[in-house]
């Protein structure tokens, strides 16, 4: 035997790609050399090796070392690859048995003393060896994810394999990824006095619409934001799956998705545009893709860099981040839900009902100006939220808490879902995807009352197409929620509050 192969992957993006270790003897200058574009990583495997094999108590052969690591053209990343090429070698200088490696995807680094250690985008390196039909070899992980469909088994040491594979082998013993709607210790109940803020969130939860929060400090925006995964419905096994994928990749820890079921990202205002979007090198998910199938909040709005902030507007129509760089394309879904909230000004006490604005015209216009443009114009609903009375919050009451308001969305996504199988109010996102022939009004399915109130509506607030069209998705989610198959006025009405103080002539 002058050759020996095992499975390998690297990760590219948020995918797991395989690659193929191949290990060959020659005569020459005893050394590791690796062939197949790698990177620094990569390149510093040899001394890694070398040691672990020492320190495992095998012989490093004195012979020159060719590894190839296929397919050639893609660059290979990262430290995963230590123990498939560390197997190749031991398996061709006969030191340990072959029987079972070629069933095996081999991922894991190799501490000095030959002890496996995990690498992150365990889930990505779990969900190839599933499409592979291979079973998964790594090391013991702190919270291990088993997926359906994947075998996956742990390897301590280097070695434990001089007695074979299959008595090295440890089996993952994890909960399945899936355990149906997990609870949660904040509730809407808590927040007091913003019943409107909480039926636009229902709204927004709704029918996937975002939403933003204009209000002072104090009025409980965030708290508002933070408990919308209450009530959103349980994220499906596609979505968990695409979610644990993308923060395994990053180096995220799955607890907490595992623990809440949807993902909630609040980045800072001081974020850069890869570490919202994505980038870097090597190429990782930004904070949009950590928050695909849950929320991404956005709080200051106007303190985040312009720049920055228009890069959103891509991904929220096509639900994907596509970065290209030299070596190709990189693309990670976001699909999210969009909250985002905002001081009206500087000191944030404009238009207070207790409070002055303290800040110059020109300042407020300024800062006003940053909530405008066209990021904004893809939001669909924006909502004042006032202050809310210090007597209700002393002596409490009764609200809206989040099983009442789940319920809502629930069964208006349940009504969408109905509509939509038998054909009725079809409508997309934008003009583009109406039929001319067709029309708003029945693409959204409005009756002859309710196109006369949007037509008022539209005419006296001047509004675009895209205006239009907003208007309508949001009378068409309340709709749903109230299962009307047709749009009313008293749904137009109510879709025409949620257009909040920023929202001007569009």
Not at 66 to 80: C, E, H
Not at 394 to 402: M, P, T
Not at 485 to 499: C, D, K, L, Y
Request: net charge negative; hydrophobic share 45%; charged share 20%.
């Amino acid at each position: 035997m002058h050759t020996f192969s095992v499975h390998a992957a690297c990760i590219r993006g948020v995918e797991a790609q395989p690659v193929t270790v191949e290990v060959s003897f020659t005569g020459g200058i005893p050394g590791i050399t690796l062939v197949g574009m790698a990177d620094a990583a990569v390149n510093e495997a040899p001394a890694r090796i070398r040691c672990a094999l020492r320190g495992s108590g095998y012989d490093v052969p004195r012979k020159s070392i060719i590894v190839n690591l296929a397919p050639a053209d893609m660059r290979k990343t990262g430290s995963g690859l230590d123990l498939a090429i560390s197997i190749s070698i031991l398996a061709l200088s006969g030191q340990i048995p072959v029987e079972g490696l070629d069933s095996c995807l081999f991922v894991g680094e190799l501490s000095l003393d030959g002890y496996v250690m995990p690498v992150r985008g365990e889930v990505a390196y779990a969900m190839l060896a599933r499409d592979c039909g291979l079973r998964l070899v790594s090391a013991h992980g702190d919270c291990p994810v088993a997926l359906p469909g994947v075998d996956m088994y742990c390897l301590r040491d280097l070695s434990s394999l001089r007695a074979g594979l299959s008595s090295a082998l440890d089996a993952v013993d994890a909960p399945a990824i899936l355990s149906g709607t997990v609870g949660s210790s904040l509730d809407y109940a808590d927040v007091k006095g913003q019943e409107l803020a909480k039926r636009a969130l229902a709204i927004a939860a709704t029918g996937g619409l975002g939403l933003m929060m204009v209000g002072p400090p104090g009025s409980g925006k965030t708290m508002l934001a933070e408990r919308m995964g209450t009530i959103l419905p349980p994220i499906d096994e596609v979505e968990l799956q695409e979610a644990l994928c993308i923060h395994s990749v990053a180096g995220e820890s799955v607890e907490s998705l595992l623990a809440s079921g949807r993902p909630f990202r609040c980045p800072h205002h001081s974020i850069s545009a890869a570490g919202l979007v994505g980038g870097g090198r090597p190429v990782r998910p930004g904070e949009i893709s950590l928050a695909h199938g849950g929320v991404l909040f956005l709080d200051e709005l106007a303190e985040f860099p312009s720049s920055v902030l228009q890069l959103l507007r891509q991904p929220l129509e096509s639900k994907a981040v596509r970065i290209v760089r030299a070596d190709g394309a990189y693309v990670f879904p976001a699909h999210f839900q969009l909250l985002v909230a905002s001081n009206p000004c500087p000191c944030g006490y404009l238009g207070d009902r207790d409070v002055s604005c303290a800040c110059p015209p020109y300042a407020v216009a300024r800062y006003q100006a940053k909530l405008a443009g066209p990021l904004a114009d893809r939001i669909d609903m924006r909502i004042d939220v006032a202050r809310p009375d210090p007597d209700l919050l002393l002596e409490g009451g009764a609200g809206a808490s989040s099983s009442s308001l789940r319920s809502e969305v629930e069964q208006g996504r349940a009504f969408a879902t109905w509509r939509l199988q038998h054909g009725i109010a079809v409508g997309g996102i934008d003009m583009r995807a109406i039929d001319g022939a067709q029309g708003v009004a029945g693409a959204y399915a409005l009756d002859s009352a309710g196109y006369e109130t949007l037509l008022a509506i539209a005419q006296r607030g001047h509004l675009t197409g895209r205006g239009i069209v907003r208007l309508c998705r949001i009378a068409r989610t309340i709709a749903d929620m109230q299962e009307s198959r047709e749009v009313g006025p008293s749904h137009v009405f109510e879709a025409s509050m949620f257009r909040g103080r920023c929202s001007d002539a569009e």
